[in-house]
C-alpha cells in the first residue's frame, strides 16, 4: 500500500481566515514532505519533516505553519493567505530506509487552495 | 547543485505511435532519477525510477526509462501509447544521500494523445 492521503481535496478561503490541511500515511515513513503547485509548473518544496522533526524549510512565510503530530501526520495550517497562494498543495511521504540511498517519495493527491 | 531540463514542454502524438520525453540533468555527485506522471486534477504518481544496476529500468504500464551517465540523460519512452497515457510527465533527481532529500524536478513534459 503506497497510499497518502490528503484532506479536504478542495478549500476556498479568505485572507482573513484560518484553515488547515491534513495529510496521512500508514505505511511508516518516517519523512513526510509539503510541496506547492502552481499551474503547469512542477512541485515546489516548502517542508520536510524527518522523524517527526522540521529538517528544512525553503524559507517559506511565517502564514504557513507545518505540524508534525506524530509519525502518520502532518498537517499545514494556514493563516492570513494571500490570493498568489492559491495552488495544489500536495503531501508527500518517504520510508527514509537506512539501507536504501536513495529515498523514494509517494505523492498524495493534493488540496486545490483557492484564497479569495 | 542539481538541476533538471526537460527538453520538450509539449509532445503530441497520435494513439498507438511510440513516444520519447527526453530529460537531461546536471549534477556533480552522484544522483538518483525518477519519473512521475500527474494526470489532470490528480497529485504525482511515480512512474518508475533509477537507483542503481541495470541502466534500463521499466514500470508496469509499459514506459522504460535508460540512465545514460555520459550524456546525463534519462529520456522516458513508451512503443505504443494510449489515449490513458495524456497527462503531464516530471523527470526528477536527487543527491546520493541518505535520509529526506530534496527532489529537484523538471518544467515538465505534457503528453497529448490524438485519436
Known amino acids: 500500500d503506497t497510499e497518502v492521503t490528503q484532506t479536504p481535496k478542495h478549500l476556498v478561503m479568505g485572507m482573513t481566515n484560518k484553515k488547515s490541511l491534513k495529510c496521512e500515511q500508514h505505511m511508516g515513513h518516517r519523512a513526510m514532505y509539503w510541496y506547492k503547485q502552481k499551474a503547469k509548473k512542477p512541485p515546489e518544496l516548502m517542508f520536510v519533516?524527518?522523524?517527526?522533526?522540521?529538517?528544512i524549510n525553503e524559507s517559506v512565510p511565517s502564514r504557513f505553519s507545518p505540524e508534525c503530530p506524530n509519525s502518520s501526520l502532518l498537517n499545514l495550517h494556514l493563516h492570513a493567505l494571500q490570493p498568489e497562494d492559491s495552488a495544489l498543495y500536495l503531501c508527500?511521504?518517504?520510508?527514509?530506509?537506512?539501507?536504501?540511498?536513495?529515498?523514494?517519495?509517494?505523492f498524495g493527491p493534493g488540496t486545490r487552495l483557492t484564497v479569495l | 547543485a542539481q538541476s533538471v531540463t526537460q527538453l520538450d514542454s509539449q509532445v503530441p502524438v497520435f494513439e498507438e505511435a511510440p513516444v520519447e520525453l527526453r530529460c537531461n540533468y546536471s549534477s556533480s555527485v552522484s544522483v538518483y532519477l525518477f519519473w512521475y506522471v500527474q494526470y489532470p486534477n490528480q497529485g504525482l504518481q511515480l512512474l518508475l525510477k533509477?537507483?542503481?544496476?541495470?541502466?534500463l529500468v521499466e514500470s508496469i504500464n509499459g514506459f522504460e526509462a535508460e540512465f545514460n551517465k555520459s550524456q546525463t540523460s534519462f529520456h522516458l519512452r513508451k512503443p505504443s501509447v494510449h489515449i490513458s497515457d495524456t497527462a503531464e510527465y516530471f523527470c526528477?533527481?536527487?543527491?546520493?544521500?541518505?535520509?529526506?532529500?530534496?527532489?529537484?524536478f523538471g518544467q515538465g513534459t505534457r503528453l497529448t494523445i490524438n485519436p
Open positions: 526528477a533527481v536527487s543527491t546520493g544521500r541518505q535520509g529526506a532529500q530534496k527532489l529537484v
Open positions: 533509477y537507483l542503481s544496476g541495470s541502466t
Open positions: 519533516y524527518s522523524y517527526e522533526k522540521l529538517s
Open positions: 508527500a511521504s518517504s520510508p527514509l530506509a537506512l539501507r536504501e540511498m536513495a529515498d523514494t517519495q509517494y
